[in-house]
């Protein structure tokens, strides 16, 4: 097995592209050091994207909010920035793991290893957020959506990678909330996570919304008519049922060990109200 | 590094209930102790088991000539390299095994029995070879029909694991067989006509998943097998003693020539008292001429070692209006696993222990099913069946309008009581645990709204069993204590303490070792919480012998009799008419001296230990339940249990605190997932669910100590009865705050949230 540790973007996708052996990308490690151990995967070229400036640095552009694809959950918790604009995402990101977990797991990992439970990403996928995809023709941008295409499988091309995510500044009066179940209080994969992010007019009323929940289909999926529940209303308990409606019909979960079709479609309503609620608060305090 | 209490006095003692930094404490915090794959020798080869991919199969034939041929391979062993033993039970630990299904439990012979049976083991010069030849060694199977339930297991057509099984134990015996191994029965009284005095009678059906011990350290040993047939066994376990005899027998080999040393042990909770990887490597030794190391990966440890039980139950209670429990019944099945020997011996005796009954009748089942055989788990069967009588006890409570503990009091086994199981209790602590229950601030703390409170008791009865100890003192008076026991739980700290005790030393002077079966006389297994109490009895006789001969060599400088000198405070003293004559000598002197005074000082012990006393338990649990998830929180959880004496208080807060842990796992999430194949689809611990330290608060403890007679210290066991009571606890907690009484284990959020809306139903449509 080979191991590289590209310093540029450029050097990354000559690498990766490079008519050898296809390479596979190296954020903290966490998912692809354990499929490497267990015998899982068998790659013949690691990329180690951690010396790329881009990759490791949070950066604000314009005011919008541009997260290094092998930023870790600790660092981002502790970005006080990135903390409140984008309370929801940064949570998620702090869900992964444990402590020695969140000093390695970073966004780009969490995506790009493509599990439908994958906790950052319904958090990413409510904020709208786009990600920086480096190739070997150049720089393109893509929502966060239309990476994951099943589980383990992205749309990402030959030679291409992840480089950065970007967070545009939230409007305001808006926020956005992330909560997961598990069984468990830690070291457990999300049964159910829902990311919600709206916006509250002055009047207190949702003028947008997104709800996007992990682990009820094959990947992460954006319930366009829960957020439009929501839009319109004051977010009381009426439109808050509307919204579950629309999340319970999103849902296509399977049976499996860590949960049935019934039970993750029902908690995946309770969620979905629940971290609205919160993300209405802090929306209202926002303002 | 001096002792934090020590010189302290404590109730007439000077050692005993004092809390040391225990002896292998500093190596465990740096990482020097050496576990079971920590240890390295030339040559070494690595050991690799290919298993079974099917639950049930029969084994046509097994071609190894592909992956002998790769290079790097130097060995293969298959059920062709174990002589066939007949049907002999033997006991081990607190469970009966016998060699016939030994033999046939490490490695397949006719059939594959659960999905991870072993059908040949490669001994190669890397893992990776080792692997490789693993996928080289053809296996033809013809795969048959598998049980992995009780009730599919029992039904009159089902697949027999095997065909030669006729039920024993039932007169006249079957002329069929089944998978029903055996059936017993304990009772006394009669039942019906109990029931017939009783005002409300209960009776419900209960079931609990099999539960794995969780162990940290996964099974590990290294084999090495010399020229002229002596071989050396390394290896984490519980009981070297026992690990020498059965791989002695399987191996065809005499015990003294296979030296077995045991590791520093990362967990077993009973676990660790059978064997697996240990004859295998063995075998691969003998066969390459190398040392061999095997070491199972976490998958492994699930798919192939040993749960304890999943189990059925159905139990009646009746009781008066007044509170008096006028008879107990039960029926019991448990599953054994691929091998006949489920501990439902032990659940059908510990099912109505905490009570004075004076009609009992229990039966129990002991079914094999294509699941992994069972092993020992704290307290082995008991977990099961108390969970179900403790349910049914809080429910009568209920039904009666008193509360729990006052039920529990008024019916409570002390002494005298005739053990619903047969013999009569000495002095026992369990009315001392309800009285301190009682009055304890959280049974009296205010219950946040939709909380539920739980409360249930639970028993073991501890064993004693033959142990060795030996002291060994050195020219500057400090000793090297060697126990054949290994530490599984701080006992190291509690020998040294009952030993300094005993000699009237500083604990410091005293260092501990678990020495290998070439070094102590037979001594059987760290089980049945006997440890504290059995080698604590050894190292007391032990010390005992040295006094004596410190007293002779006293004798012999001061040229007096014997009898005329006395040992106190870790000296001898003249004694009676030469009190005062001489200044006394202390264990330094005399060691200092001991060349010339007759020669070196050893004290030794050699008992078979009897009177380990039963161990009552009572637990209080606060929960907490997300009605909209069905997701339960541990609030709040107190242990209160019956130690006899606590030599090291920590290392029994320590006990109180895992049994709860784990009982809190066992009550909640923890079960086997299997799919349509019998295949284990969560061989590991991000599935399989026991607690992490977030998912439980700080598990308070109380210690009550109600000497045990036959210990002059007045200890008993500790170690298992904490993983007794949990269950009722929790499922009596989640009923309080619910209404609902959960009667299938574990009470995880699909089948709480889904109880919920059961309930909820009838009161929509009203
Ligand atoms: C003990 C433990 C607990 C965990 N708990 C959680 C949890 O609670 N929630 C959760 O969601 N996950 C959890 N995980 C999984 C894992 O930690 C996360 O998915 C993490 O975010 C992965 O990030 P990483 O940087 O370590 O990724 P890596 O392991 O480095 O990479 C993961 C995958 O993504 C690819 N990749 C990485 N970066 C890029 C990129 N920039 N562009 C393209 N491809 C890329 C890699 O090639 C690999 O296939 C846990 C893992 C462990 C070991």
């Known amino acids: 097995m080979q191991y590289e540790a590209p310093e540029s973007v450029e050097a990354a996708v000559r690498l990766l592209s490079g008519g050898g052996p296809r390479g596979r990308v190296l954020a903290g490690g966490t998912d692809l050091l354990v499929q490497l151990r267990a015998g899982v995967i068998t790659p013949q070229l690691v990329v180690d994207i951690k010396r790329i400036r881009e990759s490791r640095e949070i950066r604000e552009e314009d005011g919008m909010l541009v997260v290094g694809a092998a930023v870790t959950g600790a660092e981002l918790g502790e970005h006080a920035r990135a903390k409140s604009m984008w309370p929801g995402v940064v949570e998620s990101a702090e869900l992964i793991g444990s402590t020695q977990i969140q000093g390695r797991a970073s966004l780009g990992g969490n995506l790009c290893n493509a599990s439908p439970a994958a906790d950052t990403v319904p958090a990413l996928v409510a904020a709208a957020a786009e990600c920086r995809v480096a190739g070997p023709n150049g720089m393109r941008r893509v929502p966060v959506e239309d990476v994951c295409t099943g589980p383990g499988q992205l749309s990402l091309g030959d030679g291409e990678f992840i480089v950065a995510f970007e967070l545009a500044a939230p409007p305001p009066g808006s926020a956005d909330a992330y909560l997961r179940f598990i069984p468990r209080t830690e070291m457990d994969i999300a049964v159910v996570g829902a990311g919600v992010n709206l916006s509250l007019d002055e009047s207190g009323r949702c003028t947008a919304a997104r709800v996007a929940l992990g682990a009820v289909a094959p990947t992460v999926i954006l319930a366009e008519e829960a957020g439009a529940a929501l839009v319109g209303t004051e977010c009381d308990d009426s439109a808050m049922e509307a919204m579950v409606a629309a999340v319970r019909a999103a849902c296509r979960p399977i049976d499996d060990k860590r949960g049935t079709a019934e039970y993750r479609t029902k908690v995946a309503g309770v969620l979905a109200t629940r971290a609205a609620r919160i993300a209405a608060t802090r929306a209202r305090e926002a303002r | 590094m001096a002792a934090q209490n020590g010189g302290t006095t404590n109730g007439g003692t000077r050692w005993i209930g004092t809390r040391p930094v225990r002896p292998d404490g500093v190596d465990k915090v740096t990482g020097r102790a050496r576990f079971g794959a920590d240890l390295h020798l030339p040559n070494m080869l690595v050991g690799k088991v290919l298993r079974s991919p099917h639950a049930h199969a029969r084994i046509r034939s097994i071609d190894t000539s592909a992956a002998l041929a790769l290079p790097g391979v130097k060995a293969i062993v298959t059920r062709d390299d174990f002589d066939d033993l007949p049907s002999e039970f033997v006991p081990a630990g607190e469970m009966l095994i016998n060699y016939r299904d030994v033999v046939r439990n490490v490695m397949a012979r006719e059939k594959a029995l659960f999905e991870g049976h072993p059908l040949a083991a490669v001994a190669a010069t890397s893992e990776k070879v080792a692997k490789e030849a693993l996928d080289l060694i053809r296996v033809d199977y013809e795969v048959l029909p598998h049980v992995l339930d009780i009730d599919e297991a029992i039904a009159p057509d089902a697949p027999l694991l095997h065909e030669d099984m006729i039920t024993a134990g039932v007169e006249p015996p079957p002329s069929a067989p089944s998978n029903v191994a055996k059936v017993v029965e304990f009772a006394h009284g009669d039942v019906e006509a109990g029931f017939a005095e009783a005002d409300v009678v209960v009776e419900r059906e209960f079931s609990t998943q099999p539960v794995h011990q969780g162990y940290i350290e996964p099974h590990s040993c290294v084999a090495s097998f010399a020229e002229d047939g002596q071989a050396e066994l390394w290896c984490t376990t519980q009981g070297h003693f026992v690990v020498r005899g059965h791989c002695a027998k399987l191996l065809g080999m005499e015990v003294s020539k296979l030296r077995v040393t045991a590791s520093e042990i990362g967990g077993g909770f009973g676990g660790k008292t059978v064997v697996y990887l240990e004859p295998l490597a063995l075998a691969l030794s003998r066969k390459s001429g190398h040392p061999v190391k095997m070491t199972m990966s976490r998958e492994e440890v699930f798919r192939a070692s040993g749960p304890a039980p999943g189990t059925w139950a159905r139990v009646r209670v009746g009781v008066t209006k007044d509170g008096r429990i006028t008879a107990g019944e039960a029926e019991l099945k448990y599953q054994a696993g691929a091998f006949q020997g489920s501990p439902v011996q032990p659940g059908c005796m510990c099912a109505f222990a905490p009570y004075d009954l004076e009609h009992v009748k229990v039966t129990g089942y002991d079914v094999v099913v294509n699941r992994p055989k069972v092993a020992a788990y704290r307290a082995p069967g008991a977990p099961q069946s108390e969970y179900a009588v403790e349910s049914i006890i809080d429910e009568l409570a209920k039904r009666i309008g008193m509360d729990p503990v006052e039920l529990r009091l008024k019916n409570a086994a002390r002494e005298g009581t005739r053990a619903a199981y047969g013999p009569t209790f000495g002095p026992i602590g369990l009315v001392e645990t309800l009285e301190a229950a009682r009055s304890h601030e959280h049974y009296r703390a205010p219950l946040a709204p939709g909380r539920g409170r739980g409360v249930a008791s639970g028993f073991w009865f501890n064993i004693g069993g033959e142990t060795c100890a030996t002291l060994n003192l050195g020219e500057d008076g400090t000793i090297a204590l060697v126990a054949g026991t290994p530490d599984i739980g701080g006992s190291r700290a509690a020998l040294c303490l009952q030993t300094a005790e005993a000699l009237g030393v500083d604990v410091e002077k005293i260092r501990p070792l678990i020495g290998d079966t070439s070094t102590l006389g037979y001594t059987f297994l760290t089980g049945g919480s006997r440890t504290a109490f059995a080698s604590g009895l050894a190292v007391i006789e032990a010390s005992k012998d040295m006094i004596g001969q410190l007293c002779e ?214």
């Open chain 2, 553 to 766: 060599r006293a004798a012999k400088i001061w040229n007096i009799p014997v009898d005329a000198v006395e040992w106190a405070d870790g000296e001898a003293r003249p004694a009676g008419a030469n009190a005062g004559e001489f200044d006394p000598l202390t264990l330094a002197d005399l060691a200092g001296v001991a060349g010339k005074t007759g020669g070196p000082i050893v004290g030794r012990a050699q008992i078979n230990a009897q009177g380990a006393g039963p161990s009552f338990g009572t637990h209080l649990v606060d929960v907490d339940v997300d009605r909209e998830t069905g997701r339960v929180t541990i609030e709040r959880y107190t242990v209160i249990q019956d130690a006899g004496k606590a030599v090291h208080p920590s290392y029994v807060e320590g006990q109180l605190q895992g049994g709860a842990v784990q009982g809190i796992g066992w009550a909640l999430n923890e079960e086997y997932v299997y799919d349509e194949y019998g295949r284990l689809q969560n061989p590991g611990f991000l599935d399989y669910r026991i607690p992490v330290c977030s998912d439980v608060p700080m598990i308070d403890t109380v210690i009550v100590e109600v000497a045990n007679p036959t210990h002059p210290y007045g200890v008993r066991g500790v170690g298992e009865t904490p993983i007794v009571p949990p269950m009722a606890a929790i499922a009596n907690a989640v009923e309080g705050a619910l209404g609902i009484r959960f009667t299938d284990l574990p009470m995880s959020p699909p089948r709480v949230l889904k109880a919920l809306e059961e309930a909820h139903i009838p009161e929509a449509a009203d």
